[in-house]
């Protein structure tokens, strides 16, 4: 089965400034997908970055964007220039590929708080 | 992307009743999921739903407790069953546009059980 680490609970950064979040992944696949979601009070789930695990190259989105590792089975996600609108739980979560029949395996989440 | 609304955003239950969660989608999707968010937790997956096919539920969850129906391309609905206090939380569908497991992820349903 596949499991998914995050191994900061909370993680606080000045606004304007650079965070990076971690996620570590388990996966005997190697065909798969990567995300990261983020979840504000209102709980409503947000799409912030997706990497499909054969390409090389580290996706972006614009103040967003990803170290991933797959030798190492590490996705971590940075974020530039820190805005309020950043504070949320972030999830990073996991998917085997194909045409979208598995649901998601979710990381415990990192709780980010961003100080002005 | 995909407009997903939920029926009802919360409610508050008393125990060994049930309640019924209803997600209806914009646009035609061939799965939808079910996913339970206990309080301060993560994302967990109850069940897959196919149109036209029997759920499949992950490990943990069972149709009695949590059944599920998929009765067209855009709408599904998640019952919990004789209620405990140990069903209370966030319970979320979301849909797959099929191409790239991308998921979009539905307001959610906050439930307390008393």
């Known amino acids: 089965a596949q499991t998914v680490t995050q191994s900061q609970p909370e993680m606080s950064v000045q606004e304007a400034e650079t965070v990076t979040l971690s996620c570590t992944y388990d996966?005997?696949?190697?065909?798969?997908?990567l995300f990261w979601y983020k979840q504000p009070p209102s709980r409503q789930m947000i799409l912030v970055i997706r990497q499909e695990a054969y390409k090389q190259q580290n996706a972006t989105e614009n103040r967003f964007s990803v170290n991933f590792q797959k030798a190492a089975k590490s996705f971590s996600l940075k974020i530039s220039d820190s805005q309020l609108g950043d504070a949320a739980m972030y999830f990073c979560a996991y998917s085997l590929a194909g045409g979208g029949a598995d649901g998601l395996t979710f990381g415990k989440g990192t709780h980010l708080i961003i100080q002005p | 992307s995909a407009v997903i609304s939920q029926k009802p955003s919360r409610d508050i239950c008393q125990r060994g009743t049930s309640l019924t969660i209803q997600c209806q989608v914009d646009s035609q999707v061939t799965m939808m999921f079910w996913y339970r968010q206990q309080p301060g937790q993560s994302l967990t997956l109850i069940a897959t739903a196919n149109q036209g096919s029997e759920a499949t539920y992950e490990s943990g969850f069972v149709i009695d407790k949590f059944p599920i129906s998929r009765p067209n391309l855009t709408f599904s609905t998640l019952t919990v069953s004789n209620m405990s206090p140990e069903d209370s939380s966030i319970y979320l569908c979301s849909v797959d546009r099929g191409w790239d497991n991308e998921q979009f992820f539905g307001p959610g349903t906050r439930l307390t059980v008393l």
């Open positions: 996966t005997s696949e190697s065909d798969y997908y």
